[in-house]
């Protein structure tokens, strides 16, 4: 399997995380949250997502061995989840879940979880450190530049929003979406390269 670079592994975490994609979200949980307030949970929450990474980046081995899974069977799952994310991003679901006037500031959910860290997130980190634990703290560099980026689109989601427009941002969560089927698919690809590699 081909070595990830620290700048395909930071550009695959960006598309997990989707902040861009997530920026209507993130202007309907911040609406309600004061001005002085905002930086304080901005930060909160960047935090909170940060350490659930981190963790799973530090015993992400020891998950697999517990539950007896190989680095191959993670790929291939890895790559699944993140097709599926794909497809959400290509073939969003009608927004109006009734979330989009929260009573409060968010606390941990949903911003920090599952919004930035969700599933294909976790399964992201695992995934990188599972292959090469070697460059454990690369990965973490990357991971941190990933929360720069997010804790920036969070704190100006509303005029990065308004700023680019609903078309604009929609596409671009699209093209994001494209992008991200095509790591996923060549996840997918090495991971049944792998797989029958191992039965010869």
């Not at 081909?2 to 700048?7: A, D, K, P, R, V």
């Not at 994609?21 to 997502?49: D, H, K, Y």
């Not at 560099?141 to 941002?169: D, N, P, Q, Y």
Request: with cysteine; aromatic share 8%.
């Amino acid at each position: 399997m081909e070595s990830t670079s620290f700048l395909s592994a930071f550009v695959l975490l960006l598309l997990v995380t989707d902040p861009f994609g997530s920026l209507p979200i993130f202007v309907s949980q911040m609406r309600n949250v004061a001005p002085q307030r905002r930086s304080i949970v901005v930060i909160r929450e960047i935090t909170v997502a940060f350490c659930v990474l981190f963790a799973f980046m530090l015993f992400g081995r020891q998950f697999l061995q517990v539950m007896h899974l190989s680095e191959t069977s993670l790929g291939i799952a890895g790559g699944v989840i993140l097709f599926l994310i794909a497809l959400r991003m290509v073939f969003p679901a009608p927004h109006g879940n009734g979330a989009d006037h929260p009573a409060d500031e968010p606390f941990v959910v949903p911003l920090a979880i599952p919004l930035i860290a969700g599933p294909s997130a976790l399964a992201t980190v695992l995934l990188l450190v599972s292959r090469e634990p070697a460059r454990l703290w690369e990965w973490v560099a990357a991971l941190a530049l990933t929360m720069v980026v997010c804790a920036l689109t969070l704190a100006f989601a509303e005029k990065i929003s308004h700023w680019l427009g609903e078309r604009v941002t929609t596409a671009f969560e699209r093209l994001m979406g494209l992008v991200l089927t095509a790591i996923a698919v060549q996840m997918l690809l090495d991971g049944i390269r792998e797989y029958i590699s191992s039965l010869a």
